[in-house]
């Protein structure tokens, strides 16, 4: 079948494709999610590289993604822009750390969306930069990992009594969001001046403050064994190449929930599970996207930037490790590690 998209024709291919089983929404009602909501979804990834995550088979009981080690998986990320890609799609070139480069889709209208959801992707991973200037991020995001034995209601908590008061204090403004699991995230808009590095180091200067303030709640430690039932700040998504489910990503469990944007104020009695493909159309004809004023000003790093020096001038706290086999990009300052006594 053919969809009108704004002046594009988009084909859906086997529109009755069960995706989700716990309700059985279909392919279409995956791409028809995705135009409910799509001045949400357009905002989210407008002029980002984006990584596609593909769930061609849809998302069935015993599905796998494929990984570097065994690409036989039933889904998989696409960071290359496809072969059949229509030439109205725009994409941008990006470097992963590796110093290998790709082109990667780059949303600029929601028929780009609805033709990705077609391919089956599920989740939309932008990076959180503009295509103009693809090294220099414009979005500082604080993720909120919840470990084991703990859960959405202390990520809740270390958002709102921990992250939200130190944005008051930078006179930042923040914006939350359901991870579509047990996470909270908050994007702030920063100015687009510096490089992913000095991001991630400031975006662990923040986890390091609230670490100090809620020191029994919220980890920084990179170690798992060492994190206990806390919730870790996950810096490290500020790397170059990681990314993050957008806001108004369906994530790929059989009740297709929905990583939601939210008020502060909706924050506080919210239930992550309300937010499903089902619910969430309902919800943003009603509201309204509460990221609507998301792009009206940018903040500065440089606070943040003088906690990392503070940190490590006044604490001995430097670098923390970078995920696993993440190479170092030319030109990147030396990586001070953690010696392996703070292990022991």
């Not at 357009?42 to 009981?61: D, N, S």
């Not at 996950?234 to 944007?261: E, G």
């Amino acid at each position: 079948m053919e969809i009108q998209v704004g002046d594009r024709v988009v084909k859906i291919t086997n529109p009755d494709k069960v995706y989700f089983p716990a309700r059985g929404e279909t392919k279409l009602d995956l791409v028809n999610y995705y135009l409910a909501v799509g001045d949400g979804i357009l905002r989210a990834l407008r002029r980002r590289p984006t990584t596609l995550e593909r769930w061609p088979g849809g998302v069935f009981e015993g599905a796998k993604m494929a990984t570097r080690a065994d690409n036989r998986g039933d889904a998989f990320y696409q960071k290359r822009v496809p072969k059949n890609a229509p030439d109205w799609l725009e994409t941008a070139r990006i470097a992963f750390p590796s110093g290998r480069h790709a082109d990667e889709i780059c949303p600029t209208e929601l028929a780009a969306v609805a033709w990705c959801a077609n391919l089956g992707t599920v989740t939309f991973h932008p990076w959180p930069v503009r295509c103009a200037d693809v090294d220099h991020p414009d979005e500082l995001r604080i993720d909120l990992d919840p470990q084991p034995g703990t859960g959405f209601a202390e990520a809740r908590k270390v958002a709102l009594e921990g992250v939200r008061e130190i944005l008051d204090e930078l006179g930042c403004t923040g914006f939350p969001k359901t991870s579509g699991g047990r996470g909270v995230h908050i994007y702030v808009r920063i100015e687009p001046r510096w490089t992913f590095t000095e991001v991630r180091r400031g975006a662990l200067a923040f986890g390091r403050e609230i670490e100090r303030r809620m020191p029994g709640l919220v980890t920084t430690n990179w170690w798992k064994e060492e994190r206990g039932e806390k919730v870790f700040v996950d810096f490290n998504q500020n790397a170059r190449d990681r990314t993050i489910a957008s806001a108004y990503s369906v994530r790929p469990k059989p009740y297709a929930p929905v990583s939601a944007p939210l008020t502060w104020e909706e924050l506080r009695d919210a239930d992550p599970e309300d937010f499903t493909i089902a619910t969430m159309p309902e919800r943003f004809a009603k509201v309204g996207d509460p990221h609507a004023a998301i792009d009206e000003r940018a903040f500065s790093l440089e606070t943040l930037l003088e906690w990392a020096d503070r940190d490590e001038r006044e604490h001995g706290l430097g670098d923390m490790p970078y995920p696993p086999n993440y190479p170092k990009m030319a030109g990147e300052p030396k990586r001070v590690q953690p010696s392996k006594a703070r292990r022991d």
